[in-house]
Nanobody, 119 residues
Framework: QVQLVESGGGSVQAGGSLRLSCAAS?????MTWFRQVPGKEREGVGS??????YYADSVKGRFTISRDTAKNTVHLQMNSLKPEDTATYYC?????????????????WGQGTQVTVSS
């Protein structure tokens, strides 16, 4: 089973930027970012699969997902951050079936990295 390690979280003011990274122990596709706020369901943010990127409507135009295949790493560049982007961000992989943003479809998860956006 692939291992995932996220990095790059932190605190930033509204309008700022952060770049998250997720390093996988081996090749896996798709690689997808989710986020979760306490008391709410985990939601899909962005995914990259066979070179095609997918985004939640709430982040389109602000977030960009990219992949370094040689390093088995996926990045999430987050620009124009808003306080509502505050969450723990998780990287997910190993999806044998299901929708691209379907939480139950993924078998592998990273430990999560906190993103806090202040107003």
């Amino acid at each position: 089973q692939v291992q995932l390690v996220e990095s790059g979280g932190g605190s930033v003011q509204a309008g700022g930027s952060l770049r998250l990274s997720c390093a996988a122990s081996g090749y896996t596709s798709p690689m997808t970012w989710f986020r979760q706020v306490p008391g709410k369901e985990r939601e899909g943010v962005g995914s990259i699969y066979l070179g095609i990127t997918y985004y939640a409507d709430s982040v389109k135009g602000r977030f960009t997902i990219s992949r370094d295949t040689a390093k088995n790493t996926v990045h999430l560049q987050m620009n124009s951050l808003k306080p509502e982007d505050t969450a723990t961000y998780y990287c997910a992989a190993d999806r044998p079936f299901g929708g691209i943003f379907e939480v139950a479809a993924y078998n592998c998860w990273g430990q999560g990295t906190q993103v806090t956006v202040s107003s």
